[in-house]
């Protein structure tokens, strides 16, 4: 085949050990040379692994995206050479030839001839951004864990809270809480804490919160209490990192929130995931696709099989996910507006 990347290598990244196998032109026009050397994925390591690539006059290179290892790598080389990251599925050995130093050959001979297509890797802005906006969602998601234990608890305690009150973390729900963790089990002190709206159905919380209150009850909710303290602590403590790091991408972010359903915290973590460059992404198509919101294709003899939308992207999806039923509730948006049609058609 044709040779499209003369001087090119292929890496084998593992946690503690990188294999490289390099592809360079031999001693006849026409002939092929290839070396491997194995390398450790230590920062003098990863120096020794650039050396070596550029002695050798490198200037292109494969790996696979394997957890978060290739990562290191990725980050030694960046600037040096051109990267090629690719879906360690779509490079699959022969079966029966599986080694490591087999593996970094075969990777340089497919840069070599131009058949892997790279992975999207954002600059890397984008991905500390991206760090920050993931570690966020998982602190989120395990606060709303908190949250449904507490009311699993009062449901274990015979409290019916949650029947009265719909916001377990609003004002009245925190401070019923915080005085259930107390100890306190008088109904008609609980009520009291009622604020709001909340005070003209003091009657109804009064006869919810007749409940079987124990000591270990009560030491959980303290316990649950304590812990979304401190993860809404650091919640915070994210958001202004997040605010600052996003000032590179806030005419962006401004341009993302003009669509229906995105709010400040949904743009940043669009931007996160894709960037600002949407370059290269031909098509809307292409992104739908790559954000892995398409439905699969399987299809034999005439017929469809069911299948899946695939994974990738799960922190994008999920995102785009809750936006569009944002923006199905959002009057300014189209969608909106045909629900409501059919809904009075109906």
């Known amino acids: 085949m044709e040779v499209v990347n003369a001087r090119c290598a292929g890496l084998d990244v593992h946690k503690a050990t990188v294999v490289a196998g390099v592809r360079v032109p031999g001693p006849q026009p026409s002939a092929r040379r290839g070396e491997t050397k194995t390398f450790a994925t230590t920062t003098r390591g990863l120096r020794d692994l650039t050396n070596w690539l550029l002695t050798h006059g490198v200037t292109a290179v494969a790996m696979e995206s394997t957890g978060v290892y290739w990562r290191p790598v990725y980050e030694a080389l960046e600037g040096s050479v051109q990267l090629v990251v690719v879906n360690a599925r779509h490079v699959k050995m022969v079966p029966g030839r599986k080694t490591d130093v ?124 304590s812990l979304i303290d401190g993860l809404d602590a650091h919640i915070a403590t994210l958001d202004t990192r997040i605010e600052a790091a996003m000032a590179p991408f806030a005419e962006a972010a401004a341009l993302v929130q003009t669509m229906p359903g995105v709010a400040a915290r949904a743009a940043q973590a669009i931007l996160a995931e894709t960037g600002v460059d949407m370059d290269l992404f031909p098509t809307p198509a292409h992104f739908a696709s790559w954000a892995r919101l398409c439905p699969g294709n399987h299809e034999s003899a005439g017929k469809r099989q069911s299948t899946t939308t695939g994974k990738g992207a799960t922190w994008l999806r999920a995102t785009l996910q809750e936006t569009a039923w944002a923006a199905v509730r959002s009057k300014k948006s189209t969608a909106y507006r045909v629900s409501s049609e059919r809904y009075s058609m109906s």
């Open 102 to 225: 087999k593996d970094s050959e075969w990777l340089a001979q497919l840069l070599e001839c131009g058949l892997l297509r790279g992975s999207f890797v954002p600059p890397r802005a984008v991905r500390d951004l991206r760090d920050l906006t993931r570690l966020r969602k998982a602190l989120i998601r395990e606060r709303g864990h908190h949250v449904n234990r507490i009311a699993k608890t009062l449901e274990l305690a015979h409290l019916k809270l949650s029947c009265v009150v719909t916001d377990l973390m609003g004002k009245t729900g925190r401070a019923i809480l915080h005085a259930l963790s107390a100890g306190i089990d008088d109904p008609e002190r609980l009520a009291a804490c009622a604020q709001g709206l909340l005070r003209k159905k003091q009657a109804a919380l009064r006869e919810a919160l007749v409940g079987r209150l124990t000591p270990h009850y009560a030491f959980l909710l303290q316990q649950h209490l």
